[in-house]
């Protein structure tokens, strides 16, 4: 036995070594001799401008070899001039020329130039060349790193032109859509408008500035605030409020970029936003004061308070009944289970009686169900000069919250308020 596991282990590592020295040796002549890699760039426009955002292809060639799916950017222009974004892998493609298979593989990426001017771009690829060596059994595979130059590329870069330049240039470079949203459009003096601006397309908007959309003297405007930032969409968001009824329209909002495509200056607008004044009655509260002779001294409020007070008193004073309950529990003999089972009844019994006060006090100003027995307006006091709050319909289905004097305080889906309590229907 073994002599038979020094065999096999014998075996194994003779086998080891071989793949090593194997792995070692030089590549058959078939797979070298008649390979050949290159590598060169594509650019979506012949000519860009200073901070344009384009497109920046490296297409790898290659014909009688393997290379592996990655590749790494190793050298390129100097540093800062050239500003390159993630690459992407494309989609591998074939063609046959002279009767030889090319393999083409893409990688592409966003790029932009922050200097015009002359622009020769000829960086190094790192890739991976996989060949085929003999190996101890058959043939294996290789993989080896090869530093590649790429086919030197010259890129015209032309400055944005200064004249005519808008002074309203926010600083973009790019083609962009505006999209103004004003809400609301139908108010008051005083009250808060949202311009809501949308910046939608492709190119440089690191550095632009923040529209400030409203100069206008008829408005307070506050400073504009970015929402958010992505790399095809700006969101900026400011509030105004309109001072009187002469700012009858939201200025327009304009946002004006350098267009490299047509090679000029445009300037997207979007408004101006009508808005419609509603009329707003604020009327005066006065301080409610029960009349003399209601009935009633007590303010709102202050009956529920009373319950409350009274629920407190009748709970402290079963809690104190069975703190005694129980020391007179301790002290009657142990043996006497008799009257151990009759302090237990009376606490429990003690106990019910609280439960159903503290069930009638949470019920008694809190009937559900009630119906109105005709259309009766809801007022923030119980009085009727309070300012009305709502209008209740009648047969309108409301709860009772709490009652002063021949007033409730009734609460009717979202809304409620003070009506009489000859308006609710008596059971």
Not at 19 to 44: K, R, Y
Not at 108 to 117: D, E, L, S, W
Request: glycine share 8%; aromatic share 8%.
């Amino acid at each position: 036995m073994k002599t038979r596991l020094r065999i096999i282990s014998m075996g194994l590592a003779l086998l080891v070594h071989s793949a090593i020295i194997g792995h070692a040796q030089a590549p058959t002549p078939s797979s070298t001799d008649s390979g050949s890699v290159t590598a060169f760039i594509e650019i979506s426009r012949p000519h860009v401008y200073r901070n344009e955002i384009f497109d920046l292809t490296f297409v790898i060639e290659s014909y009688g070899v393997q290379l592996a799916q990655e590749m790494q950017l190793q050298s390129g222009p100097e540093k800062g001039r050239l500003i390159l974004g993630d690459f992407v892998g494309l989609p591998e493609e074939q063609s046959i020329r002279n009767r030889k298979v090319f393999f083409r593989r893409r990688f592409r990426c966003t790029a932009r130039v922050t200097q015009a001017g002359k622009l020769v771009i000829a960086p190094s690829l790192r890739v991976i060349r996989r060949q085929r060596v003999r190996a101890f059994i058959g043939t294996a595979w290789r993989e080896i790193p090869q530093l590649l130059a790429v086919k030197p590329h010259t890129l015209s870069v032309k400055s944005i032109p200064e004249k005519p330049q808008p002074e309203a240039w926010s600083g973009a470079v790019g083609v962009f859509d505006l999209t103004v949203n004003a809400t609301p459009k139908v108010v008051s003096p005083g009250d808060l408008i949202t311009l809501r601006t949308e910046i939608k397309g492709r190119g440089y908007t690191e550095a632009i500035r923040l529209p400030n959309v409203i100069t206008a003297s008829d408005f307070k405007a506050y400073e504009p605030k970015l929402e958010r930032d992505t790399a095809e969409s700006r969101i900026v968001t400011q509030i105004i409020i309109p001072q009187s009824t002469n700012a009858v329209a939201v200025p327009p909002v304009s946002f004006c970029f350098f267009d490299p495509i047509r090679g000029q200056f445009r300037t997207a607008t979007e408004g101006p936003f009508p808005l419609t004044f509603q009329n707003k009655t604020i009327a005066s509260v006065e301080r409610f004061t029960p009349d003399e002779g209601s009935g009633s001294d007590v303010m709102p409020g202050d009956t529920d308070q009373d319950t409350r007070e009274s629920m407190r008193r009748v709970i402290l004073a079963l809690g104190v009944g069975l703190v005694v309950l129980c020391g007179v529990a301790c002290g009657i003999n142990v043996f006497r289970r008799r009257y151990v089972r009759m302090v237990l009844w009376l606490c429990g019994a003690l106990l019910c009686v609280g439960m159903l006060w503290q069930l009638h006090s949470s019920t008694l100003w809190h009937p559900e169900g009630q119906l109105l027995t005709r259309d009766t307006p809801a007022r923030v006091a119980p009085s009727p000069r309070a300012l009305i709050c709502t209008e209740l319909s009648e047969g309108a289905d409301v709860s009772i919250i709490e009652q002063h004097g021949a007033w409730v305080r009734v609460r009717h889906k979202d809304s409620g308020g003070w009506i009489p309590l000859d308006t609710i229907a008596s059971e």
